[in-house]
């Protein structure tokens, strides 16, 4: 086992849409080969007079990451190929488990058998034999804010705190705790300026109504705009601002959210099309 094994490999990985065959020991010797290379490591550290400096250390250093992010990146794809198998083998399709690891044959064999089980469940559910595991309406989630103590009957309005559903502004940014609160001022007719005219109360009041020609800008066209690019540095996978994952390869050319390819070409990890 070696970095060239490995990146052959996760490249092999990436290009089938099925689980390629590795051997049942395959992460059981990337540990064995990482732990010779942090070995290597060690020893060169300890002959070296600067560690933190000495180039040995420093290249070991590189290659015990690297073995380690190419191995999780090989783990994350077969992942995904392994959840798609179990799940049409649950079905009752044709069943191959040929080439997964001891570590993937147990998550495969406990997988078939969970979404096996939550169909009958499902199934028993819809038939009227089986109780839905929808939460209790007598047990809500949020049971709302908690009473006031009844015995505390000399407490002052202004102890009590804020009446539920709507606190006091004034009390919340620590006004008069008598609990009288004085009105709101009158809102100020239109005329010159007052659109633009801000509350400047020394109780940090703010404006209770934008003026109309605030500018605010619209979120949803920045959050809509697409550009489309085509990668040039692997990136892995990455959520965009549209909530949707991409998965972003070299070479790959793909429709991204302006908000997630702009970063990517200014760090030349992609060049736009169009």
Do not use: W
């Not at 049942?24 to 060169?44: C, G, P, T």
């Not at 064999?109 to 839905?132: P, T």
């Not at 809500?140 to 009844?150: L, N």
């Not at 959050?223 to 601002?241: K, M, P, Q």
Request: hydrophobic residues 35%.
């Amino acid at each position: 086992m070696n970095l060239d094994d490995l990146r052959a490999a996760q490249t092999q990985e990436r290009a089938t849409d099925g689980l390629q065959d590795l051997q049942e020991s395959f992460y059981a010797d990337v540990a064995a080969f990482i732990e010779s290379l942090k070995d290597r490591r060690d020893d060169a550290a300890a002959a070296a007079t600067d560690p933190f400096g000495d180039p040995e250390v420093q290249e070991l250093t590189d290659k015990i990451e690297t073995a380690e992010q190419v191995t999780e990146a090989i783990y994350e794809r077969r992942m995904g190929k392994l959840v798609k198998q179990a799940s049409l083998a649950a079905a009752g399709m044709p069943d191959d488990q040929g080439g997964l690891t001891a570590e993937e044959r147990d998550l495969y064999g406990d997988l078939v058998a969970r979404i096996e089980d939550n169909k009958a469940h499902v199934l028993d559910v819809i038939a009227g034999d089986a109780a839905s595991a929808r939460p209790d309406d007598d047990d809500p989630a949020d049971p709302g804010p908690p009473a006031p103590d009844s015995d505390n009957d000399d407490a002052s309005p202004g102890d009590a705190g804020p009446p539920a559903g709507g606190s006091s502004v004034a009390a919340a940014m620590g006004g008069d705790d008598s609990g009288t609160l004085d009105p709101p001022p009158a809102p100020e007719p239109p005329g010159d300026g007052g659109a633009d005219r801000v509350d400047t109360t020394t109780d940090g009041g703010v404006q209770s109504e934008p003026a109309d020609d605030a500018g605010v800008p619209d979120s949803g066209d920045a959050a809509t705009a697409r550009v489309r690019v085509r990668v040039t540095d692997t990136v892995g996978e990455i959520l965009g601002v549209d909530e949707r994952p991409y998965d972003l390869e070299a070479g790959d050319v793909v429709t991204l959210p302006e908000a997630n390819a702009d970063p990517l070409i200014e760090k030349d990890a992609a060049e736009k099309l169009d």
